[in-house]
């Protein structure tokens, strides 16, 4: 074991995060680069620049960056697999960033939905399925219903058991546990109609969602904090306007 430490528990952690984006695909170099905020074509090639960490090191020399890298493998925080040396997390690192790596998804996550963005279910894809039992958890925890949409493109890509399952779980727990938005008689939170409101393509959605009639604002505005309902057959989107905050609904014929 190196005794010599040049890394500090924040850039231990972030060699750690930035190490995800390239477990079992690349090696320390690629880590490095990575941090370095390198031009490579291989960075471009696997969208490696868009990585939260990418240049996270920028401001020091790639010699002082390796050195950083090679201290976290020696001291059994991430390891390689022997035939072709590509990164893997030991048990160590793995615990130790585990619930950070939780929290980088969660946010990540929760902008792809708020602005549309539901490729970053690919993202999700690729991850430890431990980790996205842990992300679904979290979610739950959370009470998160703004991600009911991107849960439910997750759950229509997911096939590694028994991920789809839970996907469903947490969809009905947070829709069961919306008690801040009234409940009318005459609709129902449904499964089938969200699934239909992703059916419309995304640009047409974005447009649906700012252009709903407001009484109190007279005019179109915003809606927010919205569930989608089914109602004879008709997607009906109940919310609050962005503006005022009063309750507005829009129906998708």
Not at 7 to 18: F, G
Not at 127 to 149: F, S, T
Not at 171 to 183: C, F, H, N
Not at 201 to 210: A, C, G, I, K, N
């Amino acid at each position: 074991m190196n005794t010599t430490n040049p890394v500090s528990q924040d850039e231990l952690k972030i060699i750690l995060l930035a190490a995800n984006e390239i477990i079992m695909y690349g090696g320390k170099g690629l880590l490095g680069k990575i941090l370095a905020g390198s031009k490579d074509r291989r960075i471009y090639t696997a969208d490696l620049h868009l990585s939260t960490f990418y240049g996270a090191f920028a401001d020091i020399k790639q010699k002082q960056i390796m050195e950083k890298v090679e201290w976290v493998m020696s001291n059994g925080y991430l390891s390689a697999d022997e035939k072709l040396s590509l990164l893997i997390y030991t048990d160590k690192g793995w615990g130790l960033i585990k619930d950070e790596l939780t929290e980088v998804l969660y946010t990540d996550l929760a902008l792809a939905a708020e602005y549309g963005k539901y490729e970053y279910v690919q993202v999700i894809l690729n991850q430890d399925p431990e980790l996205k039992m842990d992300l679904l958890d979290l979610i739950l925890e959370r009470k998160d219903k703004e991600l009911i949409e991107i849960l439910i493109e997750w759950l229509e890509l997911e096939t590694y058991k028994p991920v789809p399952e839970r996907i469903q779980e947490v969809i009905q727990g947070l829709v069961k546990g919306d008690a801040s938005s009234p409940q009318p008689t005459n609709g129902t939170l449904s499964f089938s109609a969200n699934k239909k409101w992703l059916a419309i393509p995304q640009e047409s959605r974005q447009m649906l969602v700012r252009n709903v009639f407001c009484g109190n604002c007279r005019g179109p505005v915003q809606i927010e904090k919205y569930v989608i309902k089914d109602f004879n057959n008709t997607v009906i989107l109940e919310g609050k306007c962005k503006n005022c905050g009063n309750d507005v609904a829009r129906v998708i014929d």
